[in-house]
């Protein structure tokens, strides 16, 4: 079956520790995005990349740091500068698209709580 | 700028008709998105709408886009308990690669 998939779905850590949330997909998707969902505010993009060995920032990227070595995989690493990162982070994917529908495809997301 | 507003709650009965409302300001928009969350899961495309258009049906699902007013709606017909989620709206721009959602508006259904 071809899809997104993030691990673990929940992650709990201690604060002052860096994490790295997992995202995967077979979809053969060139362009890769990482959300923040808090309550009441949405989604907020934190990085995209839309090739291998390229990312850009998002709206929040302070204190987040990710890759893109492989098109499949596109890690996020939490890190100690982030002020609040407990929050539901949630991975998505498109094909390059660029004047056509942009339709993203969502993985199931991970929780993460910061004692 | 970019900004995408939506309602935060609405609730409705089991079997009326759910409208959800949505008001953009980046008038460069060339498709606008309907997402479906539901509980602790992902978001999933519901419909979208090319900015030429001013309505689109499918199934149980309408859209209306008042381009002049920057305003998108989603009508759900007979809206069911399996309704019950959060509903997003989104927009694009043809040059770009990134979607602009909106805060989500949950949508509560009793039965």
């Known amino acids: 079956d071809g899809g997104i998939t993030q691990s673990p779905k929940y992650l709990f850590r201690k604060e002052g520790q860096n994490v790295t949330l997992s995202c995967e997909q077979n979809?053969?998707?060139?362009?890769m995005y990482w959300y923040r969902q808090d309550p009441g505010q949405g989604l907020r993009l934190i990085y995209y990349?839309?090739?291998?060995?390229?990312?850009q920032k998002g709206d929040i990227a302070e204190g987040y740091s990710v890759s893109r070595e492989k098109k499949e995989s596109f890690p996020l690493t939490v890190t100690s500068a982030q002020k609040n990162p407990t929050a539901f982070y949630l991975c998505?994917?498109?094909?390059?698209?660029?004047?056509?529908?942009?339709?993203?495809?969502f993985g199931p997301g991970t929780r993460l709580t910061v004692l | 700028g970019e900004d995408v507003e939506q309602s935060l709650f609405l609730s409705v009965r089991e079997g009326d008709s759910s409208v959800i409302n949505c008001t953009y300001t980046d008038s460069s928009s060339t498709y606008l998105y309907w997402y479906k969350q539901e509980p602790g899961a992902g978001l999933q495309l519901l419909t979208y709408?090319?900015?030429?258009?001013d309505m689109k049906q499918d199934q149980r699902l309408t859209v209306l886009l008042n381009k002049k007013d920057k305003h998108l709606s989603l009508r759900i017909a007979d809206t069911q308990t399996g309704d019950s989620a959060i509903y997003f709206c989104?927009?694009?721009?043809?040059?770009?690669?990134?979607?602009?959602f909106g805060a989500g508006t949950i949508l509560r259904v009793k039965s």
């Open positions: 998505a994917s498109s094909a390059q698209t660029s004047g056509r529908v942009h339709e993203q495809f």
């Open positions: 979809l053969n998707h060139d362009a």
């Open positions: 989104a927009e694009s721009k043809e040059s770009g690669n990134k979607l602009v």
């Open positions: 990349s839309q090739i291998v060995n390229d990312f």
């Open positions: 709408i090319f900015s030429n258009m």
